[in-house]
């Protein structure tokens, strides 16, 4: 699993696990709920000062990101 759809997945689950909304969540970090829905389905992976903001909303993602890199599922770089 690469590592944005990591992510995705990890922001969903916290988001609906807190009950906010796209809407709420993008009022809440200054951005668009078109922004929360490509970071959701991994098509984009939020910049340095949005993404210091969700995780000061939302910890845990921290921890869930950590954990989906520790079991492997995490994105590995490839030198050519």
Known sequence: ????????????KVRLKK???RAELA???GC???NVWFWETGR???R???????FEIFPELVEAIKHEEGNGNGAK???R
Do not use: C, N, Q, W
Request: charged share 30%; net charge positive; hydrophobic share 40%.
């Open 77 to 79: 770089r490839k030198d």
């Open 44 to 46: 984009h992976y939020p």
């Open 19 to 21: 009950g906010i909304t």
């Open 1 to 12: 699993m690469r590592r944005s759809k990591a992510f995705a997945e990890a922001l969903k």
């Open 48 to 54: 340095g000062h949005v993404l210091v903001r969700l």
């Open 27 to 29: 009022r809440r970090v």
């Open 32 to 34: 668009t709920y078109l």
